[in-house]
Protein backbone atom coordinates (compact mmCIF):
# COMPACT_ATOMS: atom_id res chain seq x y z
CA UNK A 1 0.00 0.00 0.00
CA UNK A 2 1.21 3.57 -0.94
CA UNK A 3 2.13 5.72 1.96
CA UNK A 4 0.43 8.47 0.89
CA UNK A 5 -2.68 6.15 1.65
CA UNK A 6 -1.60 5.17 4.69
CA UNK A 7 -1.21 8.64 6.22
CA UNK A 8 -4.87 9.48 5.62
CA UNK A 9 -5.48 6.16 7.29
CA UNK A 10 -3.29 8.10 10.47
CA UNK A 11 -5.08 11.18 10.12
CA UNK A 12 -8.38 9.45 10.75
CA UNK A 13 -7.30 7.56 13.36
CA UNK A 14 -5.67 10.29 15.00
CA UNK A 15 -9.36 11.65 15.48
CA UNK A 16 -10.07 8.62 17.63
CA UNK A 17 -7.89 9.99 20.45
CA UNK A 18 -7.87 13.56 20.12
CA UNK A 19 -10.32 13.74 23.19
CA UNK A 20 -8.63 11.10 24.84
CA UNK A 21 -4.44 10.53 24.53
CA UNK A 22 -3.70 13.67 22.53
CA UNK A 23 0.29 12.88 22.76
CA UNK A 24 -0.45 9.95 20.61
CA UNK A 25 -3.08 12.19 18.29
CA UNK A 26 -0.39 14.68 17.86
CA UNK A 27 2.10 11.88 16.71
CA UNK A 28 -0.56 9.94 14.65
CA UNK A 29 -0.89 13.48 12.83
CA UNK A 30 3.10 14.50 12.51
CA UNK A 31 3.15 10.72 11.08
CA UNK A 32 0.30 11.23 9.14
CA UNK A 33 1.97 14.54 7.78
CA UNK A 34 5.77 13.03 6.93
CA UNK A 35 4.27 10.30 4.91
CA UNK A 36 2.08 12.51 2.64
CA UNK A 37 4.57 14.90 2.06
CA UNK A 38 6.91 11.90 1.36
CA UNK A 39 5.54 10.87 -2.29
CA UNK A 40 3.85 8.08 -3.64
CA UNK A 41 5.97 5.00 -2.82
CA UNK A 42 5.05 1.90 -1.48
CA UNK A 43 5.36 1.63 2.04
CA UNK A 44 7.98 -1.47 2.53
CA UNK A 45 10.00 0.67 -0.11
CA UNK A 46 10.04 3.89 1.37
CA UNK A 47 10.85 1.74 4.71
CA UNK A 48 13.54 0.73 3.11
CA UNK A 49 15.03 3.64 1.52
CA UNK A 50 14.62 5.86 4.95
CA UNK A 51 17.33 2.74 6.19
CA UNK A 52 19.25 3.38 3.53
CA UNK A 53 19.76 6.74 4.51
CA UNK A 54 20.22 6.55 7.42
CA UNK A 55 23.05 4.31 6.89
CA UNK A 56 24.19 6.79 4.55
CA UNK A 57 24.38 9.58 6.79
CA UNK A 58 25.84 7.15 9.73
CA UNK A 59 28.25 6.86 7.77
CA UNK A 60 28.82 9.98 6.89
CA UNK A 61 29.06 10.96 10.72
CA UNK A 62 31.70 8.82 10.92
CA UNK A 63 33.74 9.85 8.23
CA UNK B 1 5.01 9.09 24.93
CA UNK B 2 7.41 6.57 23.81
CA UNK B 3 8.04 5.69 20.67
CA UNK B 4 6.53 2.10 21.99
CA UNK B 5 3.34 3.43 22.51
CA UNK B 6 3.31 4.89 19.03
CA UNK B 7 4.48 1.23 18.09
CA UNK B 8 1.68 -0.16 20.06
CA UNK B 9 -1.13 2.16 18.08
CA UNK B 10 0.26 1.03 14.71
CA UNK B 11 0.02 -2.51 15.55
CA UNK B 12 -3.55 -1.99 16.78
CA UNK B 13 -4.99 0.49 14.29
CA UNK B 14 -3.30 -2.66 12.13
CA UNK B 15 -5.80 -5.48 13.87
CA UNK B 16 -8.21 -2.95 13.20
CA UNK B 17 -8.56 -2.52 9.72
CA UNK B 18 -7.39 -6.15 9.43
CA UNK B 19 -10.73 -7.23 11.05
CA UNK B 20 -12.64 -4.96 8.79
CA UNK B 21 -11.02 -6.70 5.15
CA UNK B 22 -8.42 -4.33 4.58
CA UNK B 23 -5.19 -6.72 4.70
CA UNK B 24 -3.10 -4.23 2.36
CA UNK B 25 -3.77 -1.41 4.88
CA UNK B 26 -3.18 -3.75 7.87
CA UNK B 27 0.18 -4.59 6.58
CA UNK B 28 1.39 -1.26 5.51
CA UNK B 29 0.27 0.24 8.87
CA UNK B 30 3.17 -2.95 10.32
CA UNK B 31 5.58 -1.96 7.42
CA UNK B 32 5.86 1.77 9.25
CA UNK B 33 6.85 0.32 12.40
CA UNK B 34 10.00 -0.15 10.25
CA UNK B 35 10.76 3.78 10.34
CA UNK B 36 11.45 3.76 14.27
CA UNK B 37 14.67 2.14 14.68
CA UNK B 38 16.28 2.10 17.63
CA UNK B 39 15.56 2.88 21.77
CA UNK B 40 12.07 2.12 21.91
CA UNK B 41 11.59 4.19 25.13
CA UNK B 42 13.24 7.14 23.41
CA UNK B 43 9.89 9.71 23.18
CA UNK B 44 8.14 9.82 20.26
CA UNK B 45 8.26 13.48 19.34
CA UNK B 46 12.23 12.69 19.11
CA UNK B 47 11.97 10.22 16.60
CA UNK B 48 9.92 11.91 14.29
CA UNK B 49 11.64 14.88 14.37
CA UNK B 50 14.44 12.25 13.53
CA UNK B 51 12.57 11.27 10.70
CA UNK B 52 11.75 14.41 9.24
CA UNK B 53 15.69 15.35 9.32
CA UNK B 54 16.48 12.08 7.61
CA UNK B 55 13.85 12.71 4.65
CA UNK B 56 14.92 16.38 4.86
CA UNK B 57 18.70 15.60 3.94
CA UNK B 58 17.11 13.78 0.95
CA UNK B 59 15.25 16.37 -0.57
CA UNK B 60 17.82 18.89 -0.05
CA UNK B 61 20.98 16.46 -1.94
CA UNK B 62 18.42 15.87 -4.83
CA UNK B 63 17.43 19.21 -4.85
CA UNK B 64 21.43 20.15 -5.28
CA UNK B 65 22.17 17.31 -7.49
CA UNK B 66 19.28 19.20 -9.95
CA UNK B 67 20.63 22.35 -9.39
CA UNK B 68 24.27 21.00 -9.99
CA UNK B 69 23.02 19.43 -13.63
CA UNK B 70 21.23 22.59 -14.57
CA UNK B 71 24.49 24.77 -13.60
CA UNK B 72 26.97 22.41 -15.33
CA UNK B 73 24.48 22.53 -18.34
CA UNK B 74 26.20 25.90 -19.01
CA UNK B 75 24.79 27.23 -22.29
CA UNK B 76 24.28 23.53 -23.66
CA UNK B 77 20.59 23.19 -24.82
CA UNK B 78 20.67 18.94 -24.67
CA UNK B 79 22.34 18.75 -20.97
CA UNK B 80 19.69 21.81 -20.21
CA UNK B 81 16.72 19.82 -21.54
CA UNK B 82 17.67 16.56 -20.53
CA UNK B 83 18.23 17.46 -16.51
CA UNK B 84 15.28 20.01 -16.70
CA UNK B 85 12.58 17.11 -18.32
CA UNK B 86 13.32 14.87 -15.55
CA UNK B 87 12.88 17.27 -13.00
CA UNK B 88 9.78 18.31 -14.58
CA UNK B 89 8.65 14.68 -14.45
CA UNK B 90 10.40 13.23 -10.97
CA UNK B 91 6.83 13.91 -8.76
CA UNK B 92 9.10 13.21 -5.73
CA UNK B 93 9.89 17.18 -6.41
CA UNK B 94 7.32 18.83 -5.70
CA UNK B 95 6.52 22.55 -5.51
CA UNK B 96 8.52 23.42 -2.74
CA UNK B 97 11.71 21.61 -4.14
CA UNK B 98 10.85 23.25 -8.01
CA UNK B 99 11.23 26.60 -6.09
CA UNK B 100 14.29 26.01 -4.22
CA UNK B 101 16.14 24.92 -7.25
CA UNK B 102 14.47 27.79 -9.14
CA UNK B 103 16.00 30.03 -6.82
CA UNK B 104 19.00 28.52 -6.64
CA UNK B 105 19.67 28.71 -10.63
CA UNK B 106 17.89 32.26 -11.43
CA UNK B 107 19.27 33.60 -8.10
CA UNK B 108 15.74 35.67 -8.17
CA UNK B 109 12.80 35.18 -6.34
CA UNK B 110 12.56 32.19 -3.88
CA UNK B 111 8.57 31.40 -4.58
CA UNK B 112 6.31 30.85 -7.95
CA UNK B 113 2.53 30.53 -8.01
CA UNK B 114 2.36 27.02 -9.19
CA UNK B 115 5.54 24.51 -9.73
CA UNK B 116 4.59 24.82 -13.52
CA UNK B 117 5.69 28.58 -13.31
CA UNK B 118 8.99 27.53 -11.79
CA UNK B 119 10.06 25.09 -14.75
CA UNK B 120 9.03 27.78 -16.61
CA UNK B 121 11.48 30.75 -14.64
CA UNK B 122 14.59 28.24 -14.96
CA UNK B 123 13.99 27.57 -18.87
CA UNK B 124 13.65 31.06 -19.03
CA UNK B 125 17.09 31.90 -17.19
CA UNK B 126 18.60 29.13 -19.39
CA UNK B 127 17.31 30.78 -22.90
CA UNK B 128 18.58 34.54 -21.56
CA UNK B 129 21.80 32.86 -20.48
CA UNK B 130 22.33 30.84 -24.00
CA UNK B 131 21.20 34.00 -25.72
CA UNK B 132 23.74 36.27 -24.02
CA UNK B 133 26.46 33.40 -24.39
CA UNK B 134 25.89 33.23 -27.87
CA UNK B 135 25.93 37.46 -28.40
CA UNK B 136 29.34 37.68 -26.56
CA UNK B 137 30.91 35.00 -29.38
CA UNK B 138 29.47 37.46 -32.31
CA UNK B 139 31.13 40.10 -30.33
CA UNK B 140 34.22 38.11 -29.79
CA UNK B 141 34.43 37.63 -33.17
CA UNK B 142 34.12 41.26 -34.09
CA UNK B 143 36.66 42.48 -31.51
CA UNK B 144 39.87 44.04 -33.16
CA UNK B 145 43.33 43.33 -32.23
Known amino acids: MKISQLGRILQRASVMHTSGDSELAKALVELAEILKKSGDAEAIAFVQRVSKLRSVIKSKEVS | MSV??????LDGLGAIVEAAGAKKAADGLRTLKGLFGGDSNRPAAEALDELRDVLDSEKLAERGAYLKRLVDAGTDEVKFNSAIDELEKDKRMGKEGVDAIAHGFTGG?????????????????????????????????????
Do not use: D
Not at chain 2, 114 to 120: D, H, L, N, P, V
Open chain 2, 109 to 145: RTKWPSRKAAIEALRKKFAERAYQASKMRIVEKYKVG
Open chain 2, 4 to 9: KKLLES
